[in-house]
């Protein structure tokens, strides 16, 4: 089911090896709860630089309960670190090729969370190995759409099965500095199986000015279409509360000026390439800002995660399209 990838640290003559990003990324979205979450690992600037860090990131939001979870930055000597695995004792992310599997953990007491994940594969693999560009420097991305997830969430004082809940996992690479001209647009919008799993993308400026080709994937039970150019088209309405978590702290605070981000309150996103159509409407519900220091120059970039619900309708591979769900929309600038 999924192809065999792994982590992409740069070669001992790259030129770029400063600049050097990975990261291994699981969203959840529990239908029953209307519980939302990523768990991801990241590791940023070369392997035998003292400097560089490795970043672990668990974050859910609860219905009544809000946002619990946190940002940890440890030496990246501090991880163990395999060929398709990032691992900190309180955050970990590991992915199996030859079954398909994501697992993930996180412990994180005093931040009213602990969770336990095994996500198996029920869509392909999606590759983006050609790099491309990001503000001055590159991104390549493989993608699983939908996930199968067994597991438990704690959050707060609410325990949670999450059998029959849904996961997407990605993996990215590439170099780049935080804080240089870059950002951009991405979201996974996910309905109760046998509903489709959609996925959008695009790299941007940092004003999202200027915006890169818009890529739209969607997989429904054994049909997965891809579009592009012309044949897609996004818009957003609306402003989104302030986000009502700002993680890690002593960069939220050191950044008070970056605490009310103009966020969409809506994203609607319609594709039609003359054979297949589909239109997704999301409105989100809270969001969450996250602050990546980078290790090897001065600069910052604000990454938002919003949660919400989406509907969408359309005609995929002949069969009529009508299905909700939640989705998890990411901004970065």
């Not at 993930?104 to 007491?109: I, T």
């Not at 044949?231 to 702290?249: H, Y």
């Not at 800002?289 to 591979?317: K, M, N, V, W």
Request: hydrophobic share 45%; charged share 20%; glycine share 10%.
């Amino acid at each position: 089911m999924m192809m065999f990838d792994s982590l992409r640290p740069p070669g001992a003559f790259d030129p770029r090896a400063a600049a050097y990003k990975d990261w291994l990324h699981l969203n959840l979205v529990d239908h029953r709860s209307g519980v939302s979450g990523l768990v991801n690992m990241s590791l940023h600037g070369p392997p035998d630089d003292p400097r560089s860090q490795v970043v672990g990131t668990a974050l859910v939001r609860a219905p009544g309960v809000g946002w619990a979870g946190n940002v940890l930055s440890r030496a990246a000597g501090q991880a163990r670190i395999g060929a398709s695995s990032i691992t900190l004792a309180e955050v970990a992310v590991a992915v199996d090729h030859t079954s398909g599997v994501v697992e993930a953990s996180a412990r994180l007491p005093e931040d009213r969370l602990a969770l336990r994940v095994r996500a198996s594969a029920v869509a392909p693999a999606f590759a983006v190995e050609q790099p491309m560009p990001l503000g001055p420097g590159w991104i390549s991305w493989y993608v699983v759409p939908r996930l199968r997830v067994e597991g438990s969430l704690s959050v707060g004082d609410t325990e949670l099965d999450l059998t029959g809940a849904s996961a997407y996992h990605d993996h990215n690479w590439g170099r780049w500095h935080w804080g240089q001209d870059l950002g951009w647009d991405w979201g996974t919008f996910l309905a109760p199986q046998p509903g489709p799993a959609v996925v959008v993308a695009r790299t941007t400026d940092r004003a999202h000015r200027h915006v890169g080709e818009l890529l739209v994937l969607v997989d429904h039970g054994d049909r997965r279409r891809s579009f592009r150019g012309g044949a897609v088209t996004l818009a957003t309405s609306g402003t989104l509360d302030a986000p009502s978590r700002r993680l890690p702290g002593a960069l939220a605070a050191l950044h008070a000026d970056r605490a009310v981000p103009r966020l969409p309150a809506t994203v609607s996103v319609e594709v039609d390439d003359g054979i297949d159509r589909l239109r997704l409407d999301y409105r989100a519900d809270a969001a969450a800002q996250l602050i990546a220091a980078d290790p090897l120059r001065r600069g910052y970039a604000f990454i938002h995660e919003s949660t919400g619900t989406f509907r969408c309708h359309g005609r995929l591979g002949g069969a009529e399209l009508e299905a909700a769900g939640l989705g998890v929309v990411e901004r970065v600038d």
